[in-house]
């Protein structure tokens, strides 16, 4: 049991040695083009190609996490992680930048093991904020962005990432020692879950909201060392500050969504989330000065926050049995979320002069998620209401106002016989049994148009022939406007009744 508590604090610094050398060359990239000559689409290419393999490995790392465990997954990583740091350290050209940097990304791909990981150890109802306090090794991209350019000036850029070998091998061994040797495994091949996941649009909604939410973290992360050098003429450790404070925001206000969506609606919440972003994303596209660009900035990492703790509530809820291939390709998106902002933010500016459309398109994404979330709202309570009628112990049958059957439950069938596709469509009156003559139903309709409901006893006829008694209620169902929209009928069999 000491063990397996031992799992969320081992596996949230595991991840902030990850996130610390993830972002590297973006800390370092004002003094790194002090001695390797590169034009602005190489630093923007430098700086988001770390990110290209941290989001494609994410989805193979949560499938193998899901079957080697944790332990196996941080550690295998991790030494993989030596190479390119100690690569990097002996860098002079571009190419070796690139080459570096690639590998590089594995430090970001590590963040699948944790997610997939950690439900394991605890209910449902805590999964939300247990991936918030696993996602706040986010800061690890804090530490590096802070102390990267504070140790450059003092030993050069080069001796500063050979210092980050120290963490990367350190924690390769805290996991192969303290990682869960028995964590439970999952064997199902990649293939199956992925044709039992890629139709659900959830899934590609969840990892929309992340490719923003996550992508404007990583992106502001990698893209702000520079930014705020070159337009602001900041010194490096002045950006680095500053590129720390958005990044410590961001992450402290992750575990904080998490609870939140563990104690609200986690729709309601992504809508505050997007509605942020649309804001400061519209901000940013006209903030001339440093100080609108400071509000911008922390307006995303306040919603960044939140909404990178929530998705990660949502995609347990709905994807328990895939939650490694799942965890994997959400995460993905989000990492590839912050590879295209820089490159299309570098590209804006040299076709334009200025930022403004680059941000634009992060106001415009924003907005078309919290549409989408109002339409999963609403469809998520009608899914409900619909499991509700479905569970409801008594038959029910709803018309609409010509009689035609619109939809029947799972009591319905027990008692008529009928399945629902045999009866929806048709009138009710393919159940009338021929004991009552026309005036019974005549006078019963009239109550129905003058009181709006009837109820008493009826005989009705199962599929099978069989006459039976029921209790029956008709209810009429208005809209504001008092036009009837539908009737609901109610029932239960008189001699089940007279049994129980």
């Not at 070796?96 to 150890?121: H, M, N, R």
Request: charged fraction near 10%; glycine fraction near 10%.
């Amino acid at each position: 049991m000491r063990l397996q508590k031992r799992q969320l604090p081992l596996q949230t610094l595991s991840l902030i040695v990850g996130f610390m050398v993830w972002v590297l060359l973006s800390s370092l990239m004002p003094k790194i083009k002090s001695d390797i000559a590169l034009t602005a689409g190489q630093v923007s290419l430098v700086t988001a190609v770390p990110v290209i393999l941290g989001s494609i490995m994410r989805v193979p790392i949560g499938y193998w996490t899901n079957r080697m465990g944790a332990r196996r997954m941080f550690f295998i990583s991790f030494i993989v992680l030596l190479f390119p740091v100690f690569y990097l350290s002996t860098a002079d050209t571009f190419l070796d930048l690139i080459i570096g940097g690639f590998v590089l990304g594995i430090g970001g791909a590590v963040f699948s093991i944790g997610v997939t990981s950690l439900p394991k150890y605890y209910p449902k109802e805590r999964h939300g904020f247990v991936n918030g306090i696993y996602g706040a090794g986010n800061i690890g991209t804090a530490v590096t962005s802070f102390s990267a350019p504070v140790l450059a000036n003092h030993m050069g850029w080069k001796h500063a990432v050979l210092l980050f070998l120290i963490p990367v091998l350190l924690f390769a061994v805290f996991n192969f020692l303290f990682g869960d040797r028995h964590e439970t495994k999952a064997n199902q091949p990649l293939g199956e879950q992925i044709q039992s996941v890629y139709r659900n649009e959830k899934l590609w909604f969840l990892s929309l909201f992340y490719f923003i939410t996550f992508g404007s973290f990583v992106a502001f992360t990698v893209y702000l060392p520079n930014f705020l050098v070159t337009n602001f003429k900041l010194t490096p450790v002045d950006a680095g500050l500053r590129t720390a404070g958005f990044i410590t925001l961001a992450t402290l206000l992750r575990p904080i969504g998490g609870w939140l969506a563990d104690k609200f609606n986690p729709f309601l919440i992504l809508l505050f989330v997007f509605g942020g972003l649309t804001f400061s994303g519209i901000l940013l596209s006209f903030s001339p000065t440093i100080q609108l660009y400071t509000i911008g900035c922390l307006t995303v990492a306040f919603c960044a926050g939140i909404g990178n703790g929530t998705i990660f509530k949502l995609v347990p809820y709905y994807f328990s049995k895939q939650a490694g291939i799942v965890n994997g390709i959400v995460s993905a998106m989000g990492g590839l979320g912050g590879f295209f902002p820089p490159l299309v933010l570098t590209m804006v500016f040299g076709i334009t002069g200025n930022y403004a459309i680059g941000f634009m398109s992060l106001a415009m994404f924003a907005l078309a998620s919290f549409v989408i979330i109002v339409w999963m709202y609403y469809l998520e309570r009608l899914s409900l209401e619909t499991k509700i009628l479905e569970n409801v112990g008594q038959s029910l049958m709803v018309t609409d106002p010509k009689g035609t059957i619109q939809k029947v439950n799972r009591a319905f069938t027990k008692v008529t016989g009928y399945e629902a596709e045999e009866v929806i469509g048709k009138n009710p009156s393919i159940l009338q049994s021929g004991r009552h003559d026309q005036g019974f139903y005549q006078n019963m309709w009239a109550s129905i148009y003058d009181q709006g409901y009837w109820q008493g006893e009826i005989w009705n006829k199962r599929k099978n022939g069989e006459m039976y008694l029921e209790w029956l209620t008709i209810s009429a169902v208005k809209n504001d406007a008092g036009d009837v929209k539908y009737y609901m009928a109610l029932f239960s069999d008189m001699n089940e009744l007279a049994h129980t």
